[in-house]
């Protein structure tokens, strides 16, 4: 719980023959954590790369052509079945057939979707024209095109044997051929189409020897809607009769194929992870050479595995991070996986979110759980709005369980709501406080607005216990890391933690009205200055070297007093800093204050109850949403900067083992 996992090194030599056996082996199981040999090895750099980088880019192609191929088919993916070993018999020589069937399904489909497309378009425009000529046909079918926005509107005579040219031209535009009478041996029609079109138009009617006619004023307006509209919708259920059919076709490649090419893409997945781990390895001309990391819980398993797959024809060697060159060196990073029980995941969350630790760093995971609930209960202590961050935060973090595996951002932040929930409540009990009422329930503790010094101590103590631990853990911190300048002489090592915790009963003894001991602040801050001083002069002749300034004496003069001066004013403000814990558990108690003054000013007023209930309800609802955001980044905000800069070291490297399901799960 304290520290990441112990983790070893493994280096695998296998056949070029046992190759794909052992690949699927590595990923099936999803512990192996695989590193670049190139960058961990540096002679394995005169090696050949593996020749995964071509069949790779091969793989992604026919991905990306599948997934298009089933978003115009509408196809969702279905859920993989973890007992499928079928799956996972994926091999290179799949690629043709799969290749060869995608591009069947893709010439079947390419002449349905864009025709479906186009019809869409037409369907669209169509609509469109409909929209703006209909309020225009009140006022009469008016034949000047600069009268409409978007619309061509042509009304005159074309001869009958002609019609029939129109009618095949104008069938891919959007546009509408309407028959109004009949006179001899010619067809009086009205063409309405969008302007975009109107030199498609224009030609059209040329050479149909179209002629103009200027619309009487006396036209029955009635008839010419009634045909105008009878005509586009005529138009438009041809349109959507011609989608339907296209639908329907398309429908029935989806029901013929689904399974194939679902399963099609879940190969091509487990293909990427294979070419993935291959990516990893290099090559002589008969082995593949591969490196990893894997927790030392798992290592007789993966070892076992290995051998099965290779059919015992494998050369597998367990380093411990201590015998690794690079990571004595400090050039390569041991990965860090971190193991935290349903309960500390959220909180997890926070630390993750400053950074990853390293390897060999303490994980304050469990601290930070303990010390956030803390402080946020006591800045948002009161048993109503604890309850009610309960219930968002199992709405939010357990209601789904069927969704609860640790991975969901959403999920782990209802259930910090839960937790807060908790800590809010406990510490309402302990203030006696519903939704601001103090007479509901008789107090534990003390009520903040009454004893507001003691208040501030309490949390200028906390403070100091936070600040103490931070102390304690870099120095556990060094020495795991064998760093014994940072466990001596690091501003939060042993010589300041003299000097801080000194100070501190300095500053005790002085704000009690007793006398100062002169021992207590020679010995404890006048020595530990001095040595803070004089840091790397010691360093020197304790590691036998010359002391040199190379900047001269009095830079290093200044540039350490200025040091001095960070440390300590540094641990004051970090100290001071937490008196914030009890100014906020004062500012949510007047904030309940502010909303019942509220309330006292309208109840004698008309309709006094219900102002007063929604006045209530309102303020209630701020204050959780506002009051807890900002308790909330508060409590963060005291955690990193107060508390990680004591001891925390970020940079390590997240143990991401290539696995099957995570692979799958993408």
Excluded at 44 to 70: F, H, P, Q, W, Y
Excluded at 81 to 90: G, L, M, R
Excluded at 315 to 321: F, G, H, L, T, Y
Excluded at 413 to 439: N, T
Aim: hydrophobic residues 45%; contains cysteine; neutral net charge.
């Amino acid at each position: 719980m304290f520290t990441p996992q112990e983790m070893h090194q493994i280096n695998v030599v296998v056949f070029e023959s046992k190759l794909d056996e052992v690949t699927k082996a590595v990923t099936q199981l999803g512990i192996l954590h695989l590193v670049r040999l190139d960058e961990e090895v540096p002679w394995t750099r005169k090696m050949k790369d593996s020749n995964a980088e071509e069949i790779g880019r091969e793989i992604e192609g026919l991905r990306d052509r599948i997934s298009v191929l089933m978003k115009e088919l509408e196809i969702k993916e279905i859920p993989r079945v973890t007992d499928d070993e079928s799956i996972n018999k994926f091999t290179e020589h799949d690629l043709e057939g799969i290749t060869a069937k995608v591009g069947l399904l893709e010439s079947e489909t390419e002449e349905l979707v864009n025709n479906r497309k186009e019809l869409f378009v037409r369907l669209k425009q169509l609509r469109g024209i409909f929209s703006e000529s209909a309020p225009l046909l009140e006022l009469g079918i008016m034949s000047h095109e600069e009268k409409y926005r978007f619309l061509v509107v042509r009304y005159g005579r074309v001869r009958h044997n002609n019609m029939e040219y129109v009618n095949e031209k104008t069938v891919p535009l959007a546009a509408v051929v309407l028959i109004l009478e009949r006179r001899g041996n010619e067809d009086v029609i009205l063409l309405i189409g969008l302007k975009k079109d109107r030199l498609k138009l224009k030609r059209i009617l040329r050479e149909a020897a179209f002629e103009e006619i200027k619309i009487p004023s006396d036209r029955d307006v009635n008839a010419g809607k009634e045909a105008m509209e009878g005509g586009v919708r005529e138009k438009i259920g041809m349109i959507e009769g011609e989608i339907n059919q296209v639908v329907l076709k398309l429908d029935d490649i989806k029901q013929k194929n689904a399974s194939l090419i679902t399963r099609y893409y879940q190969l091509l997945r487990v293909g990427e992870l294979f070419v993935k781990a291959k990516g990893y390895m290099k090559r002589t001309n008969k082995t593949y050479l591969f490196s990893g990391w894997i927790p030392s819980l798992r290592i007789d398993l993966v070892k076992n595995e290995i051998l099965k797959a290779a059919g015992g024809q494998a050369i597998i060697e367990i380093v411990a991070p201590d015998e690794v060159a690079g990571v004595k060196e400090g050039k390569v990073k041991v990965p860090v996986l971190l193991k935290h029980p349903n309960f500390l995941r959220p909180f997890g969350m926070l630390v993750s979110s400053y950074g990853m630790p390293d390897y060999k760093v303490i994980d304050p995971t469990f601290l930070v759980a303990i010390s956030f609930l803390l402080m946020f209960g006591m800045m948002f202590g009161d048993v109503g709005h604890g309850a009610v961050l309960c219930v968002i935060g199992w709405l939010a973090g357990f209601r789904n369980r069927k969704k609860s595996d640790g991975k969901n951002s959403a999920m782990l932040v209802g259930r910090l709501a839960f937790y807060c929930g908790i800590s809010s409540i406990v510490f309402g009990v302990l203030f006696g406080s519903v939704f601001g009422v103090e007479e509901i329930i008789e107090g534990l503790w003390r009520k903040p607005m009454y004893n507001v010094i003691y208040f501030f101590k309490v949390a200028i103590y906390f403070g100091i216990a936070m600040i103490s631990g931070g102390i304690i853990l870099n120095g556990i911190n060094a020495i795991r890391q064998r760093n014994f300048k940072a466990l001596f002489f690091d501003h939060a090592g042993v010589i300041g933690a003299v000097m801080y915790w000194c100070g501190i009963a300095v500053v005790s003894a002085f704000l009690a009205g007793r006398p100062v001991p002169a021992k207590l602040l020679a010995g404890g801050i006048g020595i530990p200055l001095a040595l803070i001083f004089l840091r790397e002069p010691i360093i020197a002749v304790v590691t036998k070297r010359n002391q040199r300034f190379e900047q001269g004496v009095f830079t290093y003069i200044m540039e350490t007093v200025i040091e001095i001066m960070e440390i300590v004013t540094g641990y004051l403000g970090n100290t001071v800093s937490f008196i914030r814990v009890a100014a906020f558990s004062l500012a949510h108690a007047g904030l309940f204050v502010a909303v019942f003054s509220l309330v006292s000013m309208v109840k004698d007023s008309s309709g006094g109850v219900i102002y007063s209930a929604l006045i209530l309800l309102f303020g209630n609802a701020v204050i959780i949403a506002l009051e807890g955001l900002v308790v909330t980044i508060q409590a963060v905000r005291l955690e990193y900067y107060e508390f990680f800069s004591k001891f925390f070291v970020a940079g390590g490297v997240a143990y991401k083992p290539i696995g099957m399901e995570d692979n799958l799960d993408q």
